[in-house]
């Protein structure tokens, strides 16, 4: 599944994972859907306490002024410059424009699984 295809906003962050190769996101929908968001290549990542958090909007911005400072910084720093136009914004924001998290990663290395949420019978 692709990233542009993502609709997050009828659901919760329900788990970040952050190690040294990749940043995991779980997003649990209200449809019984359940999406596993494996970035391989990130940049910056900020949290904002957003676990068991509703997401209202989800945005992939290639323009963002976020995005834009990173990218100057990166630049000074001597990171490639096709690798920096590789670069997208992932905004995830919650009720009242709560903001839930800011994520810099190479949109190449965004992968995404889809699962249905098995239901177990009551005994």
Known sequence: MEINELRLEEGAIQYLGLNSESLVIE???WNQEFLKITINSYVKF???DSIGREISEFLILENSEFLKK???ELV???FD???CNQ???LKF???SELPLLD???DKNEIHVIRMEIQSTPLS
């Open 70 to 72: 990173e990218k100057e």
């Open 93 to 95: 924001v919650g009720l």
């Open 27 to 29: 997003v649990k929908r």
């Open 76 to 78: 000074k720093l001597d």
């Open 46 to 48: 900020i949290e904002y």
């Open 87 to 89: 670069l997208v914004h």
């Open 103 to 105: 994520v810099i990663a």
């Open 81 to 83: 410059e096709n690798e």
